[in-house]
């Protein structure tokens, strides 16, 4: 988690420039439980850090057209580990992480800071803004016992490097719909 905040703080700071359009790859899981696309090409690797919870290797996908960076990576846990938690708060707090410290608000500001969910699991949205016009938008999602992240850096005033970040960001799609839980409507008695 630490190495996605340093990426993220360096990544805002300098100038993005404009990502290239057309050439996008889609990107599968190995066992087929999501799907998304980037910007091509996109590097495959493979983390042994260890978390608390971790049940194996985090998977990570990224590619840098021009100085714009697309990361997106997942991590299973131990089964039980979020289902046994509160969703939304653990979302928040995977989702912002250390953000506070590594973009102080005074010096950036907050865009979206807030929960979402994508297919019924929840999720959080945190979009932040540096002084020079550059910014970081990062989404985070569980899923059952899996986490998902996706982090991509942006040039606030160039219309096609937002583009390209909000495409990338909203291309993620899981294999499983959270079904929601209904209370059973009795019929009427007559």
């Given amino acids: 988690m630490k190495r996605r905040f340093v990426l993220a703080s360096l990544a805002a700071l300098p100038a993005v420039a404009r990502a290239q359009s057309g050439e996008w790859q889609t990107v599968v899981a190995p066992d087929l439980r999501f799907r998304l696309e980037m910007p091509a090409p996109v590097n495959k690797t493979t983390a042994d850090e260890k978390e608390k919870g971790h049940a194996s290797p985090r998977v990570a996908w990224e590619s840098k057209p021009g100085q714009q960076i697309f990361n997106f990576d997942y991590v299973d846990y131990d089964p039980g580990w979020f289902s046994s938690r509160d969703g939304k708060d653990m979302a928040r707090e995977l989702g912002r992480g250390d953000s506070e410290k590594a973009f102080a608000k005074p010096k950036y500001k ?18 932040i803004e540096g002084e020079g016009g550059s910014g970081v ?16 850096t942006v040039e606030n005033n160039d ?25 059973p409507v009795e019929p009427e008695k007559k």
């Fill in 110 to 127: 907050y865009l979206r800071d807030e929960p979402i969910t994508l297919q019924g699991w929840d999720g959080y949205a945190l979009d």
């Fill in 137 to 152: 938008m990062m989404r985070t999602y569980i899923a059952k016992d899996r986490l998902f992240r996706l982090l991509v």
């Fill in 159 to 183: 219309a096609a490097s937002k583009t390209a970040a909000n495409r990338f960001l909203e291309s993620l799609k899981l294999a499983e719909t959270r079904e929601t839980k209904t209370t």
